[in-house]
């Protein structure tokens, strides 16, 4: 699968996140919540549970990777 990266201004990038972004992440979202639920039986409830806890977690510490989120979101350890 190809990425592409763009680099454009500080000041652009809120245009281009808006323009082309959010459409991205909309389309990724929703392939990731396919494959939870279709592969790994995860309910809906349960994918809204640990995107409401990430979404805290991130909120508190500003920034994350994957392995930083399990001591926060514990949810977010399980396979």
Request: proline share 8%.
């Amino acid at each position: 699968m190809r990425r592409t990266m763009f680099v454009v201004p500080t000041t652009l990038a809120p245009v281009i996140e808006a323009s082309t972004g959010r459409a991205i992440a909309a389309k990724e979202r929703a392939a990731c919540a396919v494959y939870l639920r279709a592969d790994a039986s995860w309910s809906p409830q349960r994918y809204a549970a640990v995107e409401a806890d990430v979404l805290a977690a991130l909120a508190a510490r500003g920034e994350a990777s994957a392995s930083n989120l399990p001591p926060t979101c514990p949810r977010c350890a399980s396979r």
